[in-house]
């Protein structure tokens, strides 16, 4: 994400943020810029119908219309379900930031009519978190920190999110609208494998009898050696997180060098600029990889586990690659 200066006094903002803490002046995203803007501007000012709530702090185009992200929501949680809602603004929060990232790539199909989500509490009725046909669907019953850490843990996976669910399934979303023509289709089944198989088969034998012995060979998490579907929205989720980080911290100023126990080598390649276009892949690895060791280690130093509990075999690299050149191709195309 990137970092924002408040217009009036030229603090630093947050992508979140309403008001600047500094001199008290009032701030709104707009969806069409991508920036954080300040009333005192001069511009239009009209908030999104989800302000109070969903807590949504970007712009719409009229007044008592919904904004860009929030449009997108089909199906949310009852006026009289307060957990529900209060679950649903924090699941509106994770999505605005995904989408902004998917917006800033240029990739087709983040628009109404196209895309929408079901924001669902499982404390209602029965939910299965999922996308078919264009439609993400939701457990907000994932915005509960000891649920999620929960299942975490039954699951044995190192990484769970409201933000990595979403990008999760906008990743079985974006994959026919990135992955066009045939020989793009060859390659990622090449990659990935044949999508075209039993899911429901691989979907039994995942739960039965558990990832092979070697998944961290070939697949991202043990959930991506489940099947190819899940093994690309995997990569690609993953392919968001890496790319979001360095952004940050680009944004931030944050620029890696070996640890002096290694010695100084100035030569050592800074993170890379956000924009992907900027640069194979290889370039955003030789950015991410120092930087996720350093950050691990500031983790630890705070008692707390590694940020970065991924390893990133040779396999992962190549698909991950795959990914970067999908959305290369599909980024602002015509």
């Known amino acids: 994400m ?5 217009g009036h006094c030229g603090a630093l903002v947050f992508f979140e943020n309403t008001v600047c803490l500094r001199c008290d002046t009032p701030l709104r995203f707009d969806p069409e810029r991508l920036a954080l803007v300040t009333m005192d501007q001069g511009e239009p000012w009209i908030d999104c119908a989800n302000r109070g709530l969903a807590g949504c702090n970007w712009l719409a185009e009229r007044e008592g219309a919904l904004c860009r992200s929030c449009e997108l929501t089909r199906t949310r949680p ?28 240029g990739l087709p ?16 009725q029965s939910v299965t978190t999922g996308h078919a046909d264009g439609v993400v669907t939701i457990d907000l019953a994932e915005s509960d920190d000891v ?3 929960a299942r975490r843990r039954q699951l044995g996976e190192p990484y769970r999110t409201m933000l990595g669910h979403l990008r999760h399934e906008l990743g079985h979303y974006m994959q026919p609208l990135v992955v066009v023509g045939d020989e793009a289709w060859a390659l990622c089944r090449g990659l990935f494998g044949d999508d075209r198989s039993d899911y429901e088969a691989a979907l039994e034998r995942h739960y039965t009898e558990g990832p ?5 060979e070939r697949h991202v998490s043990a959930y991506a050696a489940m099947h190819p579907w899940e093994d690309w929205a995997e990569t690609f989720a993953h392919y968001l997180h890496i790319t979001d980080t360095l952004e940050t911290a680009r944004e931030f100023g944050v620029l890696m060098q070996r640890p002096r126990a290694l010695g100084t080598d100035d030569s050592q390649p800074p993170v890379p600029p956000a924009d992907p276009g900027e640069g194979a892949f290889a370039q955003v690895l030789a950015g991410w990889l120092p930087l996720s060791y350093a950050l ?16 990133l075999a040779p396999a992962v690299v190549d698909k991950l690659s795959f990914v970067h050149r999908r959305v290369l191709d599909a980024g602002h195309a015509p």
């Open 296 to 311: 691990n280690a500031i983790n630890r130093s705070m008692g707390r586990d590694d940020l970065y509990p991924f390893t």
């Open 147 to 149: 649920r999620r850490e």
């Open 212 to 216: 092979p012995a070697d998944w961290q």
């Open 2 to 6: 990137r970092a924002f200066a408040c």
């Open 109 to 124: 199909g983040i628009r109404q009519g196209a895309l929408a989500f079901d924001l669902l509490s499982s404390a209602q």
């Open 78 to 105: 009852s006026n009289s379900d307060a957990a529900g809602l209060e679950a649903f603004a924090v699941a509106e929060r994770a999505k605005r930031r995904v989408l902004v990232q998917l917006l800033e790539f």
